[in-house]
């Protein structure tokens, strides 16, 4: 036989079996809030969802409030009624908002005008998830007792299905985060194909993670160096300069940080740590921290810094490798000298010596032999200093690095460096001593010139060009006067030579910005 519910409980029921319908959880707290507003006859209604501190960081309405939101333009900051729900834990029903004790009657000018009320909590165990609210009980009606329990039965069947909303979509997420991970890394043999594969990784962070920027910051000593960045490049180098201390202490001490940044929003710091390429950290702006994320976000996002620093590891023990055969090579170049070369001079000097007491027919025979022998030699030794002088020399990156700690005194600073591509592989040796020579005299530029406050380096290898950016903040000047006395003309000669080209781009009172572009081959 069929049972007969009075009709508030199969409203209840109903309302239930329609919430549950969705694991989506954007709308579930939707269908939460409509389902509150057809059980009470409410005109307005909306979900508060706060954070670990109680803060309100977003409002899930329903569709009679919904078009005022952006007229509203601000976060409610749980005063008066709004803040007596969280603050009781309970249930609050007042008949008229003006009267209450708590109201304090300060609503935006756009807020629509709130007579009954009625509000609960949603908790999801023990914790506040957030808080609903309800305003004005159709035909100027008081909300009733019966519909403060169904709001509350409402409530506490809706902490249930959040949760679950929640495992999905973290669930989803982890999931989105191995499909997009697990190619990169594979295969990272060779400098072009590691930058690659940290491109990849960083793009994949930012899109999983709604941030504006990540990066990956590299520390050496004082030095901070931007090598990969997805997003604003061009913010890249004042967001790392705002958080350098944060940067230096996550680095040091190798404690993840979250700096709460907006609601729902927070910049994580993470660090990567690798036991050959030196430290950093991986940067993850204004990372939209959904109710579900909120708590593995970090945790992911270190998974993937784990991942940076063992593609770090593998491209820094090829490189040793390299170097390792470099070195054993120029042994075996030294004992070729030793044992065909230094013997075979030896040996012709010996010819020579005992020539002495030839007749001259036979010393002419004996010379013509230790010539030829002599010939013989100087190609051998040719030979063996065009080995040694095409061997790799110090990386064009550890000169660079160098270079800018000479010059921290002389500024007062320490200069930013911005890393794109592989830089230490894109020129061959003379073309990289411009390179220094050129940025040294930009820096020298900057110093006596620019009463800089910060000056941000940049070096972009790609496979047809090799840029040098420099950019300070300082006084600037006219560009009509670039030739007169700020030292262009040898870093346009430089650039020339090699067939490049240099811009530079100043304004008084906003900076200097000098490009020098040179072909990457060299």
Same mark, same amino acid.
């Given at each position: 036989? *069929?049972?007969?519910?009075?009709?508030?409980?199969?409203?209840?029921?109903?309302?239930?079996?329609?919430?549950?319908? *969705?694991?989506?959880?954007?709308?579930?707290?939707?269908?939460? @809030?409509?389902?509150?507003?057809?059980?009470?006859?409410?005109?307005?209604?909306?979900?508060?969802?706060?954070?670990?501190?109680?803060?309100?960081?977003?409002?899930?309405?329903?569709?009679?409030?919904?078009?005022?939101?952006?007229? !509203?333009?601000?976060?409610?900051?749980?005063?008066?009624?709004? &803040?007596?729900?969280?603050?009781?834990?309970?249930?609050?029903?007042?008949?008229?908002?003006?009267?209450? /004790?708590?109201?304090?009657?300060?609503?935006?000018?756009?807020?629509?005008?709130?007579?009954?009320?009625?509000?609960?909590?949603?908790?999801?165990?023990?914790?506040?998830? &957030?808080?609903?609210?309800?305003?004005?009980?159709?035909?100027?009606?008081?909300?009733?007792?019966?519909?403060?329990?169904?709001?509350?039965?409402?409530?506490?069947?809706?902490?249930?299905? !959040?949760?679950?909303?929640?495992?999905?979509?973290?669930?989803?997420?982890?999931?989105?985060?191995?499909?997009?991970?697990?190619?990169?890394?594979?295969?990272?043999?060779?400098?072009?194909?590691?930058?690659?594969?940290?491109?990849?990784?960083?793009?994949?962070?930012?899109?999983?993670?709604?941030?504006?920027?990540?990066?990956?910051?590299?520390?050496? *000593?004082?030095?901070?160096?931007?090598?990969?960045?997805?997003?604003?490049?061009?913010?890249? /180098?004042?967001?790392?300069?705002?958080?350098?201390?944060?940067?230096?202490?996550?680095?040091?001490?190798?404690?993840?940080?979250?700096?709460?940044?907006?609601?729902?929003?927070?910049?994580?710091?993470?660090?990567?740590?690798?036991?050959?390429?030196?430290?950093?950290?991986? !940067?993850?702006?204004?990372?939209?921290?959904?109710?579900?994320?909120?708590?593995?976000?970090?945790?992911?996002?270190?998974?993937?810094?784990?991942?940076?620093?063992? !593609?770090?590891?593998?491209?820094?023990?090829?490189?040793?490798?390299?170097?390792?055969?470099?070195?054993?090579?120029?042994?075996?170049?030294?004992?070729?000298?030793?044992?065909?070369?230094?013997?075979?001079?030896?040996?012709?000097?010996?010819?020579?010596?005992?020539?002495?007491?030839?007749?001259?027919?036979?010393?002419?025979?004996?010379?013509?032999?230790?010539?030829?022998?002599?010939?013989?030699?100087?190609?051998?030794?040719?030979?063996?200093?065009?080995?040694?002088?095409?061997?790799?020399?110090? /990386?064009?990156? *550890?000169?660079?690095?160098?270079?800018? &700690?000479?010059?921290?005194? =002389?500024?007062?600073?320490?200069?930013?460096?911005?890393?794109?591509?592989?830089?230490?592989?894109?020129?061959? /040796?003379?073309?990289?001593?411009?390179?220094?020579?050129? =940025?040294?005299?930009?820096?020298?530029?900057?110093?006596?010139?620019?009463?800089?406050?910060?000056?941000?380096?940049?070096?972009?290898?790609?496979?047809?060009?090799?840029?040098?950016?420099?950019?300070?903040?300082?006084?600037?000047?006219?560009?009509?006067?670039?030739?007169?006395?700020?030292?262009?003309?040898?870093?346009?000669?430089?650039?020339?030579?090699?067939?490049?080209?240099?811009?530079?781009?100043?304004?008084?009172?906003?900076?200097?910005?000098?490009?020098?572009?040179?072909?990457? @081959?060299?």
């Amino acid at each position: 036989m *069929d049972l007969e519910l009075p009709p508030e409980a199969r409203a209840l029921l109903d309302a239930i079996v329609a919430i549950g319908s *969705d694991l989506d959880l954007r709308g579930v707290l939707t269908r939460i @809030v409509e389902a509150s507003c057809r059980l009470t006859d409410a005109e307005y209604g909306v979900l508060g969802i706060v954070d670990d501190n109680g803060e309100f960081t977003d409002l899930v309405p329903n569709g009679a409030v919904a078009g005022q939101f952006d007229k !509203i333009g601000k976060m409610p900051e749980g005063h008066g009624l709004l &803040g007596l729900v969280p603050r009781e834990r309970r249930a609050i029903r007042v008949d008229h908002v003006a009267d209450h /004790p708590v109201s304090t009657g300060a609503f935006p000018a756009t807020h629509p005008d709130i007579d009954s009320f009625l509000g609960a909590p949603v908790m999801v165990g023990e914790q506040a998830f &957030g808080h609903l609210y309800l305003g004005n009980k159709s035909g100027g009606a008081r909300f009733t007792a019966t519909d403060q329990a169904l709001v509350e039965a409402l409530a506490r069947a809706a902490g249930v299905m !959040i949760d679950n909303a929640r495992a999905f979509e973290q669930v989803e997420w982890r999931r989105r985060w191995v499909a997009s991970t697990a190619e990169v890394g594979s295969d990272v043999s060779g400098t072009l194909r590691v930058q690659e594969a940290l491109d990849e990784l960083v793009v994949s962070l930012r899109e999983l993670c709604g941030a504006s920027l990540v990066a990956y910051v590299r520390r050496d *000593d004082e030095q901070l160096e931007i090598r990969q960045v997805a997003g604003d490049g061009e913010a890249a /180098p004042a967001l790392v300069e705002l958080l350098a201390s944060e940067i230096r202490e996550v680095d040091t001490s190798r404690v993840p940080q979250r700096l709460p940044v907006g609601p729902g929003r927070a910049t994580l710091i993470v660090p990567v740590v690798t036991r050959l390429a030196g430290s950093g950290v991986i !940067i993850v702006d204004r990372a939209d921290e959904t109710p579900s994320l909120r708590g593995i976000m970090l945790e992911l996002v270190a998974v993937t810094a784990v991942q940076v620093g063992l !593609i770090l590891d593998r491209e820094q023990a090829l490189r040793d490798r390299s170097q390792l055969l470099v070195a054993k090579d120029r042994d075996r170049i030294a004992r070729d000298l030793h044992d065909l070369v230094i013997q075979r001079l030896f040996a012709t000097g010996m010819q020579l010596q005992g020539a002495r007491s030839l007749d001259v027919a036979d010393m002419r025979d004996r010379v013509d032999g230790a010539v030829a022998d002599l010939d013989v030699a100087i190609k051998e030794l040719r030979a063996a200093i065009f080995e040694l002088g095409t061997g790799s020399g110090r /990386p064009l990156l *550890d000169e660079v690095r160098d270079l800018l &700690g000479e010059y921290t005194a =002389l500024l007062g600073f320490r200069p930013m460096l911005r890393i794109t591509g592989p830089v230490d592989r894109a020129l061959v /040796p003379e073309a990289g001593s411009h390179v220094l020579m050129t =940025l040294r005299e930009a820096l020298s530029n900057v110093a006596r010139h620019a009463k800089a406050s910060s000056v941000s380096v940049e070096l972009t290898a790609s496979s047809a060009w090799f840029r040098v950016r420099v950019s300070d903040d300082g006084i600037g000047f006219d560009k009509a006067a670039i030739l007169e006395g700020h030292g262009t003309g040898n870093i346009s000669a430089r650039a020339a030579d090699l067939g490049g080209h240099v811009s530079v781009d100043s304004e008084l009172g906003h900076g200097t910005t000098l490009e020098w572009v040179i072909p990457a @081959v060299g």
